[in-house]
């Protein structure tokens, strides 16, 4: 059965854009926000329908997408009093696009199947740019069936989309992705401080090693941010954070340390700590400033 009918579940910097995307393409879409200010401003920019609740947003839907913050917040979402799993009718598809541990995937994709709905994990990539131009990278567990119902849904918001597997492979593959973020992102801070401190022009210093072996998306998307001074959050510190446990709880259970990870994600919980949690993941160049020149806040 084609889906028409979408509820959808969180809409912060990366879900209102990816609502937009659907309503675009002709979804009829509900939205639900646990700051109701939020699903309205959305509802009111894309013609989307505010949903009051969990319930009221899922009621009728074909399909449910969750774009949530934590984990926490993803079971409380499916399986709480009035959630997900309390409403959605049997055979509805429940796509979770949250960046989540691979184990709770797993637990949701179990219990969902006792009660007929078919769930992906399907975390994506690609930050506030790539969910307005639906350019995200989207990586998906679960059943192939359910993945060969989603693709269409898919296919307007991302462009690299790819099938890993059973269920909790999607938010494994999220995991591996984060920690080559984190070393890119590292990296190309550390770049431009060197440039600084160096008297290289940055952003000449970046377009002469960009087109090399030091290339990535980081230094396309995010070093222009930086250096304009644009620390507004595509990615908020706190969900990389949260994301960078994730991939350490995992590896502590497969007793294996990633001492890169380790060490950058020592550098944003300290920008935590001094309040910078709710900026982008870019804006890591300001802890260098302040560590290296003893500078305050940029």
């Not at 998906?140 to 099938?163: C, H, K, M, T």
């Not at 908020?236 to 994301?243: N, V, Y």
Request: with cysteine.
């Amino acid at each position: 059965m084609p889906i028409k009918r979408i509820g959808f579940i969180g809409t912060g910097v990366m879900g209102a854009a990816m609502v937009a995307r659907l309503c675009l393409n002709g979804y009829r879409v509900k939205v639900f926000n646990r700051t109701r200010s939020k699903a309205e401003e959305t509802a009111c920019a894309t013609g989307a329908v505010c949903a009051g609740s969990i319930s009221d947003a899922v009621e009728g839907a074909d399909a449910v997408i969750t774009m949530v913050g934590y984990p926490a917040d993803l079971e409380e979402v499916m399986l709480g009093q009035g959630g997900v799993f309390d409403t959605a009718l049997t055979g509805t598809l429940v796509i979770d696009m949250t960046t989540s541990s691979p184990s709770l995937a797993v637990k949701l994709f179990d219990l969902g199947r006792e009660k007929g709905l078919s769930l992906l994990d399907a975390p994506v990539s690609g930050g506030d740019v790539g969910a307005r131009d639906g350019t995200l990278s989207i990586m998906v567990g679960g059943d192939r069936q359910s993945y060969d119902r989603a693709f269409p849904v898919f296919s307007v918001l991302g462009e690299n989309i790819v099938y890993m597997g059973e269920a909790g492979k999607g938010q494994h593959t999220k995991a591996a992705n984060q920690i080559a973020v984190a070393g890119a992102t590292a990296a190309m801070t550390e770049a431009i401080l060197y440039a600084e401190k160096t008297g290289l022009d940055p952003e000449t210093m970046l377009r002469a090693i960009g087109a090399g072996a030091a290339g990535s998306w980081q230094i396309s998307h995010m070093a222009p941010r930086v250096l304009s001074g644009d620390h507004a959050p595509g990615f908020f510190i706190k969900h990389f954070i949260k994301d960078m446990h994730i991939v350490e709880d995992e590896m502590a259970e497969r007793r294996t340390r990633l001492p890169m990870l380790h060490a950058v994600l020592g550098l944003y919980e300290k920008m935590a700590e001094d309040g910078d949690a709710d900026l982008g993941t870019q804006a890591l160049i300001r802890l260098y400033r302040r560590e290296k020149t003893g500078s305050g806040k940029n």
